[in-house]
């Protein structure tokens, strides 16, 4: 279900191709060490919105800005630092964690439910649980760009967001934000806190 985004930006894509490609890029940014490739992207992307002071912008100029000062390997090492590691990593990337204090509870079992009705399944070459945030949000990615109506639609994709994202997401951006060894991550963290804070706000209209 990784899918590399085109663009990293651009002011003429309409809002829901945005949304997409913004959980598509935090899709690729959670999951991995980010690849030469990817951070090159992310170096020349464009920084001004077209409409200024736009929400998003200052949180994404941060994250370009860091991404330019920082190397590749500087940049995959605070990945290992962070997320990587044998036994307990110093931050962790599951919802589990945060919902139930333990990995491979209750949450990811009604998360494994509600994929099930979504007719999706996790990749056999995919490592990682679930409830891993990568994963989460290539989800919410699939549900805005898949053209199958019955399940890509605003109803399922704020119901999928209220139930497996919204309630903890901010927590682990909060870790990433205030842990010692985060530079790169904590600007992530940024961006993806101000994104979901404008997803919740969006869903919010729709009740």
Not at 26 to 40: D, G, Q, R, S
Not at 85 to 94: A, C, F, N, S, T
Not at 127 to 135: C, F, K, L, N, Q
């Amino acid at each position: 279900m990784m899918t590399t985004p085109e663009s990293l930006q651009s002011s003429a894509m309409d809002e829901e191709t945005a949304r997409a490609e913004l959980y598509g890029l935090l899709t690729l940014l959670f999951y991995a060490p980010p690849t030469t490739e990817l951070m090159t992207k992310l170096r020349v992307a464009v920084t001004d919105t077209a409409a200024a002071g736009a929400f998003l912008e200052e949180p994404w100029r941060a994250l370009v800005g860091v991404a330019r000062v920082m190397t590749d390997q500087d940049i995959q090492g605070e990945y290992d630092t962070l997320f990587g590691g044998i036994g307990k990593p110093e931050v962790y990337l599951y919802a589990s964690h945060f919902l139930s204090g333990f990995l491979n509870e209750k949450p990811l079992v009604r998360l494994r439910t509600e994929l099930t009705s979504l007719g999706l399944a996790r990749d056999d070459g995919m490592s990682e649980t679930e409830d891993h945030i990568a994963y989460l949000c290539e989800v919410m990615r699939y549900l805005i760009s898949s053209e199958d109506v019955t399940s890509a639609n605003l109803t399922r994709q704020r119901e999928f967001f209220s139930n497996h994202l919204q309630p903890w997401v901010l927590l682990l951006c909060d870790d990433l934000q205030k842990h010692p060894k985060a530079r790169f991550y904590a600007a992530l963290a940024e961006l993806t806190h101000a994104f979901m804070d404008v997803e919740a706000q969006g869903f919010d209209l729709l009740t």
